[in-house]
């Protein structure tokens, strides 16, 4: 699944000491990129550790929580990954691209020799770096999925034939080498004990992709949304497109929003951290808005897909947010739900 080729940097490039260097970037976003920029140029939390890895940068934004940060390597937007240090394991929520030795910076951060590792979703910019894992945990939803990304040509796309990147460059002899792992799936709302009952539930949050989670740390209220909460939502190839809705993610979002006082802080895979809760109703009210009426959209945008065909997208304006991307044929779960 290639990415969209992004556009040159030309406006205001983030100073970075990464090995990796941005070749092509997402178009300058209002919200996005100035906190990005004054984030990692400017923060006394940055954390950066070449000698462990170069392609990584660490922010400690709870007492035992950190935020990871890496380049995207196929032009789309920079991911963040996030690190619990609990009291007897260390649990990291995605995992980027892969490349770098992403594993032993969790090790040296949390000083605990068992990193568990839990996938939001499987896209390329969350879950490449799997294969560092003996297991991954997912949404039982997105075992499918995860599945489909255990092949070791998944990097393939990201250089050419001379090893060189096409989007950022970076030394192909860095990503992690391929293995096979076990995927342990998690119903709804279970949880993973990190040691003393310290736990972290996964809060089903489907529509971007078919089992697309976020994780509640039960300890500390950080709500980790994955591309839900900081993007929109996209049809992958699951069997059955119908499970990749707005009204799938509107029934989910009323659940986490009836929650809203157990969450301290919104963590999206994409873009400014630590939102304020509210951001869950203006996310769940856009989704309502949808489901009510589908052709009252904010924008509509014409893409051009992987086949060359042109295909209509809308998106709904999330207050105080980004936007929630759509398209006309899957906002509901049946026929039967329309309304
Ligand atoms: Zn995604």
């Known amino acids: 699944m290639p990415a969209k080729l992004g556009v040159p940097i030309k406006n205001r490039p983030i100073h970075s000491d990464l090995k990796s260097k941005k070749i092509y970037y997402e178009p300058e976003r209002p919200a996005r990129w100035p906190f990005m920029k004054f984030l990692r140029e400017h923060s006394n939390l940055k954390e950066f550790y070449p000698d462990i890895t170069p392609y990584h940068e660490a922010y400690k934004v709870r007492d035992n929580t950190w935020v990871i940060y890496t380049d995207s390597f196929d032009g789309a937007g920079d991911p963040w990954m996030y690190l619990i240090n609990g009291p007897k394991k260390a649990l990291l929520i995605d995992n980027g691209f892969g490349v770098g030795d992403l594993k032993g910076l969790c090790k040296y951060l949390t000083k605990k020799e068992e990193i568990l590792c839990a996938n939001t979703h499987f896209h390329y910019d969350h879950a490449y770096g799997n294969t560092q894992f003996d297991f991954v945990y997912c949404h039982e939803d997105e075992v499918y999925n995860i599945k489909s990304i255990q092949n070791p040509h998944i990097w393939d796309y990201l250089y050419d034939e ?146 060359g065909k042109e295909k209509i997208m809308f998106a709904k304006y999330i207050h105080q947010g980004t936007t929630m991307k759509y398209t006309l044929d899957t906002v509901y779960m049946n026929e039967d739900t329309k309304r």
Not at 196 to 202: A, K, Q, R, S
């Open 162 to 307: 001379n090893g060189k990147g096409i989007y950022t460059e970076f030394d192909p002899q860095d990503i992690v080498p391929f293995k096979m792992y076990d995927i342990v799936p998690l119903k709804s709302y279970e949880t993973i004990d990190l040691g003393d009952g310290y736990l972290v539930e996964c809060i089903p949050l489907r529509g971007h992709s078919v089992g697309q989670s976020g994780y509640l740390d039960h300890q500390t209220g950080c709500l980790f949304t994955g591309d839900t909460g900081g993007a929109g939502r996209v049809v992958n190839g699951d069997p059955n497109p119908r499970n990749c809705t707005i009204e799938r993610l509107r029934d989910d979002f009323r659940v986490i929003v009836s929650r809203i006082d157990e969450v301290s802080g919104v963590f999206p895979g994409h873009g400014p951290l630590d939102q304020t809760p509210i951001i869950l109703e203006y996310t769940l009210e856009a989704c309502e808005r949808i489901c009510e009426d589908p052709s009252r959209y904010d924008k509509k945008m014409v893409r051009v897909g992987p086949d």
